[in-house]
Structures are given as structure tokens and as C-alpha cells.
């Protein structure tokens, strides 16, 4: 049953892709359906005995590499955390493939779409199930390969091309981060096998590498690799980039990519290695620092951006900031609760966005929009309720962890525990729910309330999806509601044992009991800070106070946030033009056009141009020619190594016959 868990998706990518022909539109799409439907239900059948009744499960196949002490088998491990990450993934990717019947209805590449999400979900699960960490990236490199095919799908446009090559290219700087976090690991534990890694860490705790006379703590260089790997995958500050421009693929891949899968991939990576991270605390600052400001200046970049999915994109790496300095301060539980939940929300504004844009003919520029409460009032409805969702709005989905989150940075500053850490995650975290607040609401302002500022053909020919598409966005719609109160006291409640051994957290670093005796005026300092960010929001978009704040300094300062704060310009000016530079420049013109070819044939035919002509008649274009000369160097070789005279002897009598 568990295998058949991973298995589904793979099949139904299979017949999808290489039968589709044949199949035709509607027989790839219910096989694709019927295959994630399926591994669903088993998802929540694994869910009830894994994580209800406390049966671990590791499954073991076959063995796989074997080369002295390194040994990996294909095996699958199923706990806690495990299950949880199925139950997301499948329930988000059932949804989406239901939702892409309708929406993707007249792409004539139909079949290739949904063996593609098929496909990624399947790496996906590949990836969390692992019980190594070889096996663990191969699911880490398919889902690369898989978004790089997702956002590449309307492979004509250039955009897209640019996005996916732009998406390949940034996670392999992460990826080269999780390699040699691999080999590190390998050499310091002699396994990639998490039971192996997880059992001995407290062992080397003081363990150091020598680096030219510098001791280096060893599980800190790995903490610090896996981060790098976490940095690429989850959108993290500096290798952020790729994730806004992600949105050039379909809307429903934009959903899987954003809501359940692959961002999630870095934040599962680091609460997975929770029992090695709790050991260096080096690293959990590392992840407190960056989550924090990522958090912030996500949020910050998605307030003056126009485009509808790129404003959700930006909310989707400001919350990833929000689950990796979660795990910082050592909450991995609080951090995979704000996953799960951020997954229903995300997921339920990315396709309301879908939605919007299905009904306004492609049209994605929040400032030709407005009015659609009119036309869409169901898609107004459920967009509202993930955005509420998202700002934390009280006893929505949202409000269970990201608001307790903040709770807890707000326990470190009391406490004066990491105190730069501390001030970085509690004051930064706070602005991002103003900022948070401010573009949900800018975004329904703009959408769904303001006057309309599109063509009348437009916006009468605008309505409600048809029912395959509303049934996901309801049922999203109802999981942004309840899945937080409902999951609250199961993952995160006082004395729950759900997590078991799936997550370590040291007796050191926990502070988790002291939230419930957290001042009352500082826990409503979130909502306070939202309901400002709303406030502010409704008066932009609903008088003209904003005419009054147009000065040189706040234009600069719009300008600035809006064009990213230049992230792409810096990378291409200080490292993408050097390199090229370096590559035509030195590589190529000076190397390979002209030392190298000095030296090499080019370079001897001018300097011994009788020696070169005779050469030249050696090249006859006759095959048994080449064969004899092959056959020459061969024996010459053998004699120059082996200096054996009866090679020499055996080797001629073989040239003869020839």
C-alpha cells in the first residue's frame, strides 16, 4: 500500500505522456486523475496508522550502489513527518489536477501537461520518503527537472524560456550547496543513512575538520551546506530570484510549485535534519537571520508589484521566511503546522487568481481589473477568505501558526536569547504581517472592488469558472477555514506526541511552554499590526490620500521596492557579465583559439610545414587505413607500458591478418 503511494503518480505519468496520443484529452485525464485520487486516499490511509496509531514504517527494496563501505539501498521510510508532507502534497496535487482539466481544456498539449504535474508529484514523494540522502536528491534533482519542464510548458514564448533556464540555473548553485553537504556528511559519518546520521550526531557534537590550521566544527559545515541547498530550493534571500519570474508557466503549476511542493522541499530538508541542526548553533542563527530577512523584504517587494500572480509569489517567499526562522529558533514542529497551513491558503489564491485571469481572457495586470465582485462574487468570496488566511486574520488557518510563530520570536526578545537573532526575527517578522496585510488587500482592492478599468467586450464577457474549477477552490476554501483550529492540538499542542522521533529538539533550546504565559498586549501586537496594514490598504485604494505622500523620496523609494531592489540588475552586472566576459574573452579567444591551437595541430602545421603535408596524405578517408593505424597505436602502447616482447610479436601477427 505504501509503495503504491509513489508508484500511482509515476504510472499515470507514464500512460499520460507516451499513450496520450492515444489516449486523446480525456482519457489521459481521468488515468492522471484516477492515479493521484488514489495515491491521495492512501496518503490519508498512511496518515491514520503512521501518525494516529504510531506505526513507523521503513520499507526496504533493493539494494542499489555498493562500493566498499558506501552502501545505499532503495529504501522508503515512513513516520510522522513523512506522512504529513504526503497528505500535503497529494491532497494539493489532486486538487490542481482536477482544476487543470478545466483550465488547460483547450491546449492542445494536454496530455503532456498533465503527465509533467504527474511527474513532478512523483519526485516529490520520491524526495520526502527517502530514508538517504543520495536517494533524497534524486527526488530533489527530479523536481528541478520537472519545474524547469512546468514553467518551460508554452515552450514558444520566450518569457518562459527565460524563467525556466533562469529557475534551472539559480537551484544549481543550491544544489552544488547540497552535494557537498553530502559528501560531508559521508566523510564525517562514513552513511548517507538518516538512522546512521541522526543516532550518531550527539557523538560528534564537538567534532572539528582542519582547514588549512582552521578547526572547523563539522556538523556546523554540514548545517551550513544543507542551508545553502535550502537557500536555492525554498526561495531564500540571494537566491530568491527565481521564484517571481516562475510564474510565466501556467497557473496550476504556479500552485503546485508555490503551495505543496517544490519551495517546500528546502524547509522539509532542514526539519528533517532537525535532530543534526540542534547541535550547532551557529547554524540556527544562520537560519533566523536569513528567514527573518527574507520575510521582510519579500513582503516589502510584493507591495508595489502589479502583476496578480507575481504579488502572490512574492507572499509565498515571504512566508517561507517566516517556516525557515521557525526552524531556527529550534520550532520545527510550528514550522512544518505553518507549511501544512500555508499550503491550503496559497494553493486557494493561486487558483482564485487562475480563475480570475480564465475570465478576463489572459489578463494579469491588477490595474486593468476591477469591479469583478459583480461578475466573480464566488471567486471573490474564496479569494477574500485566503487572503484573510494569509494576513493572519483571528481563527483562520493562517492565524494558528503564523501568528504563533511570532509569539515565540517574541518570547526570545523577553528572554534576551540570541539577542541580535532574537530582535532580527521578532521586529522583522512583526513588519511582514503590516506589509503582508497591506498587499492581500491591495490586491482585492485592485481586483475586485475599484472601479473597472479594463474594455467593456472584457468585463461583460467575464464569469464564474465552471464547476471542475470551483470544486477545488471551495474545498481549498474550507481547508483555509478549519485545517489550522482542527490541526492545532495535534501538532503543536502541549504533551502531543505526533512527531515522535521524527523531530529532535534539545531540552536547551526549547522555550516552547513559555508562549502561554506571553503577555496578552504582546500577542495582539500581530493583529494590530494586520489590521493597520488593512486600514492603510482601504485608504489607498479608496480616496486620493495617496496624492499627498507623492514626493521625490517616497517615488524613489516605490520605484526602488518595485523594481526589486535590483536584485537581477547586481547579479548580472557583478557576476553574470564577468563570467561571460571572462568565458569569450580569456576562455575563448585566448585559450581555445589561441594557445591551445598554437600548440596543438594548427600551431604545428605552421611551424613544420613539410612534416604537416605529409601528414595531411595520410588522411585518406579509407576505413581500413584508420583501422591500421588504430591497431599501430594500440601496439605501441602496450609495448611502451608492458615492455614485453612477445606482446610486440602478438600484436604484429594480429596487424598482418588485418
Given amino acids: 500500500m505504501y509503495l503504491l503511494i509513489l508508484w500511482l503518480p509515476l504510472l499515470g505519468s507514464i500512460f499520460s505522456g507516451l499513450l496520450g496520443r492515444f489516449l486523446g484529452h480525456k482519457g489521459s485525464s481521468v488515468i492522471s486523475v484516477i492515479c493521484v485520487f488514489l495515491s491521495m486516499f492512501l496518503s490519508f490511509v498512511a496518515f491514520y496508522e503512521v501518525g494516529f496509531m504510531g506505526l513507523n514504517y521503513c520499507i526496504m527494496l533493493s539494494p542499489w550502489i555498493e562500493v566498499g563501505i558506501f552502501k545505499i539501498s532503495w529504501s522508503f521510510l515512513f513516520d510522522s513527518l513523512t506522512v504529513t508532507m504526503l497528505v500535503v502534497i497529494t491532497v494539493i496535487s489532486s486538487l490542481v ?7 488547460m ?26 530514508d538517504n540522502l543520495v536517494q533524497m536528491f534524486v527526488g530533489w534533482e527530479g523536481v528541478g527537472l520537472a519545474s ?14 527565460q524563467s525556466a533556464i533562469k529557475a534551472l540555473v539559480v537551484n544549481r548553485i543550491g544544489d552544488f550547496g547540497l552535494s557537498l553537504g553530502i559528501l560531508t556528511v559521508f566523510y564525517i559519518f562514513q552513511s ?3 538512522f546512521i546520521i541522526f543516532s550518531l550526531s550527539p557523538l560528534f557534537s564537538n567534532y572539528c575538520l582542519n582547514f588549512g590550521g582552521i578547526n572547523i566544527s563539522g ?3 554540514i548545517g551550513v551546506f544543507l542551508f545553502i541547498g535550502a537557500v536555492g530550493k525554498s526561495a531564500q534571500l540571494g537566491l530568491h530570484t527565481w521564484l517571481p519570474d516562475a510564474m510565466e508557466g501556467p497557473t496550476p503549476v504556479s500552485a503546485l510549485i508555490h503551495a505543496a511542493t517544490m519551495v517546500t522541499a528546502g524547509v522539509f530538508l532542514l526539519i528533517r535534519f532537525s ?10 542563527n544562520i537560519l533566523v537571520l536569513f528567514g527573518s530577512l527574507t520575510a521582510f523584504f519579500a513582503g516589502m517587494s510584493g507591495i508595489f508589484q502589479n502583476d496578480l500572480k507575481r504579488v502572490i509569489a512574492y507572499s509565498t517567499c515571504s512566508q517561507l521566511g517566516y517556516m525557515v526562522f521557525a526552524c531556527g529558533i529550534s520550532c520545527y514542529n510550528v514550522s512544518m503546522f505553518h507549511l501544512a497551513n500555508h499550503a491550503f491558503f496559497k494553493a486557494l489564491l493561486f487558483l482564485s487568481a487562475g480563475s480570475v485571469i480564465h475570465a478576463l481572457a489572459n489578463e494579469q495586470d491588477m490595474r486593468r481589473m476591477g469591479s469583478l465582485i459583480k461578475f466573480l462574487p464566488l471567486t471573490y468570496s474564496l479569494m477574500l477568505i485566503g487572503s484573510l488566511a494569509l494576513a493572519g486574520f483571528p481563527f483562520l488557518t493562517g492565524f494558528y501558526s503564523k501568528d504563533f510563530i511570532l509569539e515565540l520570536t517574541q518570547v526570545m526578545l523577553n528572554k534576551n ?3 541580535i537573532e532574537g530582535s532580527f526575527a521578532c521586529w522583522l517578522g512583526n513588519l511582514s504581517v503590516f506589509f503582508t496585510a497591506f498587499y492581500s488587500f491591495r490586491l482585492i482592492y485592485l481586483t475586485f472592488v475599484n472601479s473597472v478599468n479594463t474594455t467593456r467586450e472584457t468585463i461583460m464577457k467575464s464569469h464564474e469558472s465552471s464547476l471542475l474549477m ?3 477552490l471551495i474545498v481549498l476554501g474550507f481547508g483555509s477555514i478549519f485545517i489550522g483550529y482542527l490541526g492545532k492540538d495535534l501538532f503543536i499542542g502541549l504533551g502531543t506526541d505526533f512527531w515522535k522521533s521524527s523531530i529532535i529538539i534539545l531540552p536547551s533550546n526549547s522555550y516552547f511552554i513559555e508562549v502561554e504565559w506571553l503577555s496578552v498586549n504582546l500577542k495582539w501586537l500581530p493583529f494590530v499590526l494586520s489590521a493597520l496594514g488593512v486600514g492603510l490598504a482601504t485608504i489607498i485604494n479608496t480616496t486620493k490620500a495617496h496624492i499627498y505622500l507623492y514626493n521625490t523620496f517616497y517615488r524613489n523609494i516605490c520605484f526602488l521596492i518595485n523594481k526589486k531592489w535590483y536584485w537581477d540588475v547586481l547579479y548580472n552586472r557583478f557576476f553574470v557579465y564577468p563570467i561571460l566576459n571572462f568565458g569569450y574573452l580569456v576562455s575563448f579567444k585566448n585559450l581555445d583559439r589561441g594557445f591551445i591551437e598554437l600548440l596543438g595541430p594548427y600551431g604545428f602545421s605552421k611551424i613544420v610545414p613539410t612534416w604537416s603535408y605529409i601528414f595531411s596524405q595520410l588522411q585518406t578517408g579509407m576505413v581500413n587505413h584508420y583501422l591500421f593505424f588504430i591497431v599501430l597505436g594500440v601496439c605501441l602502447f602496450f609495448l611502451i607500458l608492458f615492455n614485453q616482447i612477445q606482446l610486440l610479436i602478438f600484436y604484429s601477427v594480429l596487424i598482418f591478418f588485418i
Fill in 105 to 130: 481544456q483547450n491546449d492542445p498539449h494536454l496530455p503532456r501537461f498533465m503527465s509533467f504535474l504527474e511527474i513532478f508529484t512523483f519526485f516529490m514523494l520520491v524526495l520526502v520518503t527517502a
Fill in 97 to 103: 489536477h482536477l482544476y487543470s482539466l478545466e483550465y
Fill in 192 to 194: 548517507v543513512d538518516y
Fill in 148 to 161: 524547469y519542464l512546468l514553467i518551460n510548458f508554452w515552450f514558444t514564448r520566450l518569457a518562459a524560456n
Fill in 417 to 419: 536569547i540570541h539577542s
Fill in 219 to 221: 556538523l556546523t559545515l
Fill in 275 to 284: 535532530p543534526l541542526l540542534e547541535f550547532s548553533s551557529t547554524v540556527l
Fill in 470 to 472: 470551483l470544486i477545488p
